[in-house]
């Protein structure tokens, strides 16, 4: 089993910044990728970026030029640096776990283990 556990969740003005955190335990292995996704109100999660292990990161188009992805392959830890934030990104963000053999996907049920999520609320 694989635990992930985010923070860094909070309120924040539009066009602010804050940077994510979410660190895996248990049985991790070094291929996992790790990502991020995002659920706001009334609405289903959707990929926001994910890793590999080697640093190939893949964005979702609302969050390019505006969200960076990056991970501690020592730490097991993955983070998302998200400035420039829009009152859309409000919601809850779920860090996750995939063992897809270094392939990222894009959809919610290709991944196995998920935090309980942190809240990010952006106001305008």
């Known amino acids: 089993q694989v635990q992930p556990v985010e923070s860094g969740g909070g309120l924040v003005q539009a066009g602010g910044s804050l940077r994510l955190s979410c660190t895996a335990s248990g049985r991790t292995l070094s291929s996992d990728i790790m990502g991020w996704f995002h659920q706001a109100p009334g609405k289903e999660r959707e990929f926001v970026a994910a890793?590999?292990?080697?640093?190939?990161?893949v964005y979702a188009d609302s969050v390019k030029g505006r969200f960076t992805i990056s991970r501690d392959n020592a730490k097991n830890t993955v983070y998302l640096q998200m400035n420039s934030l829009e009152p859309e990104d409000t919601g809850a963000y779920y860090c996750?776990?995939?063992?897809?053999?270094?392939?990222?996907?894009?959809?919610?049920?290709?991944?196995?283990?998920w935090g309980q999520g942190t809240q990010v609320t952006v106001s305008s």
């Open positions: 890793i590999s292990e080697s640093a190939y990161a």
């Open positions: 996750t776990v995939g063992r897809t053999s270094g392939v990222i996907w894009r959809r919610p049920d290709a991944y196995i283990y």
